[in-house]
């Protein structure tokens, strides 16, 4: 994670960002912490911490042609998400009750789509 994107890997597949204009609205970088805070208002905000279980929206997905560049350390593949739609990022955001605590248990286990540094 970086102060321009948050990174998600699907444990397979790692080169997948979320720049911070695809994140909700009024999401701001904490520098102290190195995570993203959501503050949906006055009393509500959400992290985005590493490891943490989010859902994304794919907006693009880059090829590169082997033959047309010399950087080996660009990726073959990447892929640019968004989190800034209803339902999107981690499922206990959009969960109540009871099904809110168990998404909140599988958020911070290894899920198939994982915010990393």
């Keep these: 994670m970086t102060s ?20 909700p609205g ?18 509500i905000q959400f992290r985005i911490e590493t490891g943490l279980k989010v859902w994304i929206r794919v907006k693009e997905i880059k090829f590169k042609s082997a033959a047309t560049s010399d ?20 499922p206990s955001w959009w969960l109540e009750g009871e099904d809110q605590a168990e998404a909140e248990e599988d958020d911070v286990e290894d899920g198939e789509e994982e915010s990393d540094e």
């Design 26 to 43: 009024n999401t701001v970088f904490d520098e102290v912490e190195q995570v993203f805070v959501w503050n949906v208002d006055e009393d």
């Design 71 to 90: 950087d080996s350390t660009e990726p073959v593949m990447s892929i640019r998400a968004s989190m800034d739609e209803s339902g999107l990022g981690a």
């Design 4 to 23: 321009e994107s948050v990174k998600v890997s699907l444990g397979f597949f790692d080169d997948i960002s979320v720049p911070k204009s695809l994140l």
